[in-house]
């Protein structure tokens, strides 16, 4: 099966800092969903993403849909410890019912 | 609260062992899914099952199984473990998403396998 790929794999940011991780797909995307991992914690549901171009924040966390449908990126701005954890994007494939997910990108934080 | 519960957070096994690893949710959901989890690696799907009795095979099913008796339960099975399948395994399950696909995932809190 086909892995979506996120880069970058790792991040290291002073707090207050930005923070982009992008997840791109050679096919076209039916929609898009994003989840945060806590250190020895699991996956937890952020955002889903249907519309071309669509674009949706909660706080300091944008996320966007590219207008070809083929890419999507969360940005958080102004980072707090807080948001520490690996950062998944998951896609629709195999005819509506299975989730494949990204490779994940690991955020740290440093005060 | 979705509750998905995995029966066991550590295990050790040695190869060659049967294995259980057990997920019940309690939300009446159709759609439930096993992963790995390994470093650099994401998750990967090993089979999903989107009603009970029916599975499908995810991206790395090679020495897995499942078993969907239930709506509620979803059990995934390495008959004979081996040493590359030391690994943590996530079970989750959603509502039947119609033609947008499935929503959002609840997680389990993970089971840690490991194969010696």
């Known amino acids: 099966g086909q892995q979506v790929m996120q880069i970058p794999q790792y991040q290291h940011v002073q707090e207050g800092e930005d923070f982009t991780t992008y997840c791109n797909s050679s096919?076209?995307?039916?929609?898009i969903q994003w989840y945060k991992q806590r250190p020895g914690g699991h996956p937890v549901f952020l955002i889903q993403?249907?519309?071309?171009?669509e674009v949706k924040k909660q706080k300091r966390l944008t996320f966007q849909f590219g207008e070809a449908k083929k890419n999507s990126s969360l940005h958080i701005t102004a980072t707090q410890t807080t948001d520490v954890g690996t950062y998944f994007c998951?896609?629709?494939?195999?005819?509506?019912?299975?989730?494949?997910f990204g490779t994940g990108t690991q955020l740290k934080v440093e005060l | 609260d979705v509750k998905v519960t995995q029966s066991s957070r550590y295990l050790v096994k040695r190869t060659g062992e049967k294995v259980f690893l057990e997920c019940v949710q309690d939300m009446d959901h159709e759609n439930m899914f096993w992963y790995r989890q390994d470093p650099g690696l994401g998750l990967r799907l090993i089979y999903f099952s989107y009603d009970v009795k029916m599975k499908e095979k995810g991206d790395i099913p090679e020495g897995y199984s499942v078993s969907r008796e239930k709506k509620e339960r979803f059990s995934l099975i390495l008959e004979s473990a081996s040493t590359n399948q030391t690994s943590m395994y996530l079970c989750?399950?959603?509502?039947?998403?119609?033609?947008?696909?499935?929503?959002?995932?609840?997680f389990g809190e993970g089971s840690r396998l490991t194969v010696l």
């Open positions: 993403l249907v519309k071309s171009g």
């Open positions: 989750a399950s959603t509502y039947g998403g119609g033609r947008g696909g499935p929503g959002e995932l609840f």
């Open positions: 998951a896609r629709v494939t195999g005819g509506g019912n299975k989730l494949t």
């Open positions: 096919t076209t995307l039916s929609n």
